[in-house]
């Protein structure tokens, strides 16, 4: 018994070495690429449905890894975040979307807005205002063109703290998204404190609005809710004619989606905005 014991206990601590050690190289291995420069960034664009425009895009990450080809950030934002290389990796995001969103303007094509996606961890930062500044003043980009996509379960954690943030960064001319919308456990009397210029219907209650009332409902009360506290609506999501169909009935703003376009290199959206290339 005492044998077995020991044995048990050195399995245990090979065991659970390798698994810090992975997990120390996995790390590692994304610092690494942030320095490396291994990270390139889509944009997929959204849709005014009273106009028909793309009024803006998207910007989501991806990872070219050496090896492992391309990696999607479902499979490394849960260990920048719980890391903090987010706050580096996301700095070079939005240094980057700034950057290519003012070229686009500098090329004489139409105005855009770029949305950048922003985790927990960079916002509750103390420096998170100053980063902000700092990829604006890099890029020259007007900061009427930028907005920042804030999850609902971001906002609900600190919320006197996001109102002051989020205030802070009005003051520049920053807008606001709030992402996901309809998946956290939203304080809805606490949204009408919130500077937010849209709300983004979270996918999941896109993909069934065909044949789920339940579904529908939701959505409509979303899009109402919204407007009423005037903000744009936005759905998530969409890939299907019918799905469009059912929210323009319901009045929704604008849509996102694979129906109109996955997100897609900078070439692309640069010919979309030429008019070379239908959106
Ligand atoms: P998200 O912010 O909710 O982004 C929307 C996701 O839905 C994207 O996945 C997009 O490619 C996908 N999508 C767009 N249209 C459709 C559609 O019609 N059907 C379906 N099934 N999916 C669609 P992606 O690019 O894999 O990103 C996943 C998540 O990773 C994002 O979800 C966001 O939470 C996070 N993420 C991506 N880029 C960044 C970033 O730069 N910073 C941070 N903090 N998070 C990021
Ligand atoms: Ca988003
Ligand atoms: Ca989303
Ligand atoms: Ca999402």
């Not at 020991?6 to 659970?16: A, H, K, L």
């Not at 100053?130 to 930028?146: E, I, N, P, Y």
Request: glycine fraction near 8%; charged fraction near 20%; proline fraction near 4%.
């Amino acid at each position: 018994a005492k044998e077995a014991g020991r044995d048990n206990f050195q399995f245990y601590t090979t065991e659970m070495n390798s698994r810090v050690h992975g997990r120390l190289n996995q790390i590692e291995e994304l610092r690494t690429a942030i320095s490396g420069g291994e990270f390139h960034l889509r944009y997929q664009p959204q849709i005014d449905l009273a106009s028909g425009r793309m009024v803006s895009i998207e910007a989501l990450v991806r990872w070219d890894h050496p090896v492992k080809g391309l990696i999607s950030p479902a499979d490394f934002i849960p260990l920048a975040e719980s890391s903090g290389l987010i706050v580096p990796l996301g700095d070079w995001v939005l240094q980057e979307a700034c950057r290519q969103n003012k070229s686009w303007q500098d090329a004489g094509l139409a105005p855009l807005t770029v949305c950048v996606n922003v985790s927990a961890r960079q916002f509750s930062d103390r420096t998170w205002v100053c980063r902000v500044k700092h990829a604006l003043d890099l890029s020259g980009l007007d900061a009427g063109c930028l907005e920042l996509e804030l999850t609902e379960s971001l906002l609900m954690q600190n919320m006197d703290q996001a109102i002051a943030t989020m205030n802070d960064l009005r003051e520049l001319g920053v807008r606001f998204a709030i992402d996901d919308f309809g998946t956290g456990y939203s304080n809805l009397s606490a949204l009408k404190s919130f500077p937010v210029a849209r709300l983004k219907i979270d996918k999941c209650f896109i993909s069934n609005l065909a044949s789920d009332d339940s579904d529908l409902g939701i959505v409509a009360a979303i899009i109402s809710l919204g407007q009423n506290l005037r903000m744009k609506v936005i759905a998530e999501g969409v890939e299907t004619g019918e799905q469009l169909e059912i929210l323009r009935r319901n009045g929704c703003d604008e849509v996102q989606g694979f129906h109109f376009s996955r997100p897609v290199a900078p070439d692309v959206i640069g010919s979309m905005l030429a008019g070379h290339h239908p959106v």
